[in-house]
């Protein structure tokens, strides 16, 4: 028996860590040339929901001198036991211990996983510090909508990459290839100034930051030739085949379905929303593409229930003739579809009513805001009445669920606000009471802005605990006792999230000194201890409210303006002004172009642009 299933009985979910799972690929160690550790810094039943993980795990080990496998964060109650026992953390596929990878690659989605990062490399064992690691050591790297802001994670990352990563990994590659040589033995270094020439990988080590003398952050430059000043994210102009041969898991996971990626991408331009800076522009999977592949999914992985995943999925165009055809083509196999992010309208309801029966489990929407002036402040124009229609044609089409998503301390929002918000949900409630003979469940869940970087609203303050809970609290009196469920995010969960989105490199100090004395799983309330960051950030001689609850003027220079995103900075100053103007700027999908500045890099948007143009002469 090895050493592995000596300590798996004295953990949970020991399935989280035995790999051997269906269509997981297992290469020749021996034989293959690089080995990659996807690394994902939270739990197994979170990663393997992860989308990008299995494009990249696809993509990687299609290469013949590849071999990728993945680990994720082994829970705390393992972790102890890896410990205890001298255990090395290890990949699922081979097991081997991360220091005998060559890359290991983790996927940073959201800030509060940062310290499992640490950990990770702690129980690999790999030096945390990227400044203490040298040649012996693997490479590490990381991507995902974190770095877009890569600054806080500086000192632990050798280099990232931005944007798309499915062309720019394999540029890389190449890179890694040439250094890896037989008989070449170039120090890292070398490898890290190639790399860096590589558009979309940015090498934070040849870069040196400066600070003003109130602590203000001053600039970012690079120190040698091959880095640029500006890194420019890479943007895939076609979708990557679509993954259907996913490693299938043996327990029960977050997302426990196929998934394919119908688009990348959202014109809508709501304002808070980072995902609809960064994953610009939209691209579209062809139709005969997804029916194709949730029909392998079908006979590769044995799932019987398929999730169309996109940003904002009523959008594809045509999605009813899609699931129309999924369901025609697939009637035998008794598939279930699920359609999550849906727009607010009567259509989105005709459509899930068009699914199989076994959908109608509850109708999430997400109003955001309370006020029709609020929801027009952050672009994302709902009419009551739209709304209302809606919720009343899903309570007639037999929905006794619904869950509604709202987002507390929105720039200029006022307790007036607030008071919509329960106007607005009482109403809902009070069209589902309409309905004969039902009770109508609806379950309302409030998350708190957070000014994030890239979007208009960058250069926000966020409001405080002592702001958000009123807020609450007024939220808990005024839905008291009608049936109406609430949960909402902890303030103190979102400060943190805000800091860390917004920080500079001087926030890797506070991570580490999180980390040190224990911080891991910070996204799990159980596990989340905010003294102990409050401590680091002290010890670390920085004010965390310096970082989220001060408003930036326009003109400060921002810790992560050398990461180019393709919309410019003056397009997001536009948007803010529109929005404290009250001003809506249409969808580009369907209007003219807004000149978001990603005309300058992409094909059909220079075309769009052209025609605006063209009419304006
Ligand atoms: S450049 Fe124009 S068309 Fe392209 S995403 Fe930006 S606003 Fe839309």
Redesign the pocket.
Known sequence: MSELENILHQVTKPARYTGGEWNSIVKDWDKTGIKIALAYPDLYELGMSNLALPILYDLLNRQPDVLAERVYAPWVDMAAVMQTKGIPLFSLESRHPLKDFDIIGFSLGYELTYTNVLNMLHLSPIPVLASERNDSHPIVIAGGTCVLNPEPMADFIDLFVIGDAEEVLLELLDSFRDWKQPGKKAPRKRLFRQAATIPGIYVPSLYTVEYQADGLFKSITPTVAQASPTVQRRIVTKLPPPVTRPVVPYVEVVHDRGAIEVQRGC?RGCRFCQAGTIY??VRERPQEEVIQAVGELITNCGYDEVSLVSLNTSDYPHIDKLVANLSHRYRHHNLALSLPSLRIDSFSVKLMDSLSSRRKTGLTFAPEAGSERLRCLINKSILEEQLLETAAAAFDRGWTSLKLYFMLGLPTETTDDIENIIQLINKVSALGRKVKGKRPHIRVSLATFVPKPHTPFQWVAQEDEPQLNSKHELLKQGLRGKGIGLSWTDPKVSQLEAVLSRGDRRLGKVIYRAWQPGSTFDAWSEHFNYENWLHAFEEAGLESGFYNRRERPLDEPLPWSHIDVGITTAFLKREYQRALAGRETPD?RHEA????G??RW?PQ?RQ??QKLSQSKR
């Open positions: 014109s610009r522009p580009c172009c807004n000149v978001c990603l005309e992409q948007c769009k642009y």
